[in-house]
């Protein structure tokens, strides 16, 4: 009630100064002029494969060996406990992989294995049963959580594997060229713990790109609130709406913006979350290792190797200013012909609807590097229904199975470079930004029809656009 009384006095305060300068916040946005500078004063000119790993180009002084540390939080191989370094120490009892950067490769994002007997290295699953837990969360399955580790300490059993096959799906652009997409399914062997519940619900996810997730962070929430349109008042087909969740640092619920169903509300719940879901390790946000009832030698494990919290408070701390504070890679070639045709043709299809091309920080952001930035993320946090083809039947706080966060396009032209594929979405079916575009449905059908209706030529420049971020 609270929430919707603070909600309905921004949406006076903003009819209001709209009326004065007779637009709105979105239209104010798409009129600002994209620059190579992507991340604002945080953007470097750098397009090797090491492009995601820099400090912002305006990091103070004081937050460089604060960074470097967290550097070092970032890419440490944890050991069980106890181990050789009692720093980086504790991992498990159950976990998906040794470090952080083991699936967010060179600070890029993951990939899905190419077959069944491949090891989900880079993706996680992430499960649940119908029905919500405290606060809106997904409803853990019993056994398991709401996470599938495939990994676990010697002497005990991982919960079990997901293994991908792929079945292929046959189109054609409008000029009569034929595409083959890919759309994965998933079985689940070597269960350890007990039969999966009839109506379990998946989720498969690539682990996302590092950049630029501070200025994200620091994104008003009254921007979220003027870009969404939950009932599309304005006609335009596009209803982003906000993913309301538990943020567990600040005890409160909170407009989501991490993960790909916005299911994360801060940097720092993200962290301590990956920190103890994906490796095992405990924070001083999630104090304590996770084992599910039924697995006992799991809880006699976490007893054994228990020093208190695995990850101390001044190293998390630096954890989180090190995802503050990378730098987002420039544009390159923005003055390409093909590539100024590209931005025409993004905006003409609708794109940027939902790739909303600028966003802007004041100066409530929590480090002075990200105050007051004007910067180019191509996204508007926001969730989108996405169609049937993407469903995965899995709600996340306020998302359904068909919505997802709208994905970020900064840095998505270096993706071969820093990870040596192109793969996109969610979970990783598209094998280049094409087959990304061809999956578009639901709100989103428009744009991709546009894009499938485009000549050869225009579909080029397009890409050539995408490829330049
Ligand atoms: C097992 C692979 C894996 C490991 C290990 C891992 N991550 Fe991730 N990470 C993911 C996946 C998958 C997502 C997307 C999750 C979702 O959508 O719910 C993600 C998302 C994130 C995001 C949000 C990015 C965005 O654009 O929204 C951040 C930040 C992050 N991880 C940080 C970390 C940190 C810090 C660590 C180490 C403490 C870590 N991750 C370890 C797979 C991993
Ligand atoms: C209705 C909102 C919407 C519109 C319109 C839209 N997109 Fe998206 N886009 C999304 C969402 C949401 C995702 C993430 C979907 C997923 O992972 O399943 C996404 C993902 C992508 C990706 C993959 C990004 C990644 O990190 O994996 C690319 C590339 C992309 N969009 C390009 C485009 C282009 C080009 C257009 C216009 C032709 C477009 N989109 C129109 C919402 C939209
Ligand atoms: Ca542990
Ligand atoms: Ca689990
Ligand atoms: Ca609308």
């Not at 181990?83 to 083991?102: H, I, K, Y």
């Not at 994360?264 to 999630?286: C, E, K, Y």
């Amino acid at each position: 009630m609270k929430h919707a009384l603070l909600f309905s006095a921004a949406t006076v305060a903003l009819s209001f100064s709209a009326a004065a300068v007779a637009t709105s916040l979105r239209d104010e946005l798409l009129a600002i002029p994209v620059t190579p500078a992507l991340g604002g004063d945080t953007t470097r000119p750098i397009a090797t494969p090491e492009a995601f790993t820099f400090a912002a180009e305006n990091i103070k002084p004081m937050n460089r060996p604060m960074f470097a540390f967290g550097n070092q939080m970032f890419t440490a191989e944890w050991t069980p406990a106890p181990g050789p370094q009692p720093t980086t120490d504790g991992l498990g009892p159950m976990f998906n992989r040794e470090s952080c950067v083991a699936c967010h490769v060179q600070n890029g994002r993951g990939k899905a294995p190419d077959g069944p007997n491949d090891l989900m290295d880079t993706m996680l699953m992430r499960w649940s049963v119908p029905g919500e837990a405290e606060h809106g969360a997904p409803k853990p399955v019993p056994g398991y959580g709401d996470q599938l580790q495939d990994r676990a300490l010697d002497g005990l059993k991982p919960e079990g594997r997901a293994r991908v096959t792929w079945s292929e799906v046959k189109g054609a652009y409008a000029d009569g060229t034929p595409y083959t997409l890919r759309t994965p399914s998933f079985k689940y062997t070597d269960l350890a713990y007990g039969n999966l519940p009839k109506d379990i619900m998946s989720s498969p996810r690539v682990a996302n790109p590092m950049v630029g997730l501070g200025l994200l962070e620091s994104v008003p929430a009254s921007t979220l609130e003027a870009l969404a349109d939950p009932d599309d008042k304005d006609g335009d087909g596009i209803s982003g709406r906000i993913n309301t969740v538990w943020d567990a640092p600040s005890q409160s619920l909170k407009p989501g913006r991490f993960g790909w169903k916005a299911n994360v509300a801060s940097l720092s719940h993200q962290n301590a979350g990956a920190a103890r879901g994906d490796m095992g390790i405990s924070t001083p946000v999630f104090v304590a290792d996770v084992c599910e009832q039924g697995q006992a030698k799991c809880f006699e494990y976490a007893k054994k190797a228990d020093q208190g919290i695995e990850m101390e408070d001044s190293f998390f701390e630096r954890l989180n200013i090190y995802m503050h504070l990378l730098a987002v890679p420039q544009q390159r070639g923005a003055d390409r012909p093909e590539v100024k045709r590209g931005e025409v043709l993004f905006r003409g299809a609708g794109c940027a609807s939902c790739h909303m091309p600028t966003l802007k920080t004041d100066d409530t952001a929590p480090f002075a590097e990200l105050k007051n930035q004007t910067f180019h993320p191509f996204t508007d946090l926001l969730l989108h229904d996405m169609g049937e083809a993407l469903n995965d039947n899995r709600p996340d706080f306020m998302a359904s199975g068909s919505e997802w966060r709208t994905a970020p396009l900064w840095g998505i032209g270096l993706t071969q470079t820093v990870n040596g594929h192109t793969h996109f979405l969610h979970d990783g079916r598209a094998r280049n930004i094409a087959e990304a575009i061809l999956w578009h449905g639901g709100e989103a059908e428009a744009a991709k029809e546009k894009f499938r209706s485009m000549p050869k030529a225009e579909r080029d420049d397009l890409l050539a656009f995408l490829n330049s971020l």
